[in-house]
């Protein structure tokens, strides 16, 4: 069983930044590959990024455009993701995502696809104001 606890997420005016983590709680975490993803009242779940295993392969969906950068710590069990440059369209829920079976072409072909992973968190509200 994986826990996944997310934090960071707050109001913030547009052009401003936010750091989001997420904790692990159980083992065999730098095993796991690790996604971020959100949803807005009303639409679908949507990848953010993704990170392999080891944390040196990371995707992130089209959107963001160089303005997120999503990186982990296994030592610490903690996935983060800096937002940056946010706009009103960025605010949502933002979830963790953990999947206990992990090979890099598997998340490059499906880390931002919401039935990839096997657990998840509770959220973190990010809310933009302009």
């Known amino acids: 069983q994986v826990q996944l606890v997310e934090s960071g997420g707050g109001s913030v005016q547009a052009g401003g930044s936010l750091k989001l983590a997420c904790v692990a709680h159980?083992?065999?975490?730098?095993?796991?590959?690790m996604g971020w993803f959100r949803q807005s009242p009303g639409k679908e779940r949507e990848g953010v990024a993704a990170?392999?295993?080891?944390?040196?392969?990371?995707y992130y969906a089209d959107f963001v455009q160089g303005r997120f950068t999503a990186s982990r710590d296994n030592v610490k069990n903690t996935m983060y993701l800096e937002l940056s440059s946010l706009n009103a369209e960025d605010t949502a829920m933002y979830y963790c995502?953990?999947?206990?079976?992990?090979?890099?072409?598997?998340?490059?072909?499906?880390?931002?696809?919401?039935?990839?992973?096997?657990?998840w968190g509770q959220g973190t509200q990010v809310t933009v104001s302009l």
């Open positions: 159980g083992n065999g975490y730098s095993a796991y590959c």
């Open positions: 990170i392999a295993s080891g944390g040196s392969a990371i």
């Open positions: 995502a953990a999947r206990l079976t992990c090979s890099r072409s598997a998340i490059e072909a499906r880390g931002l696809n919401h039935p990839f992973y096997d657990y």
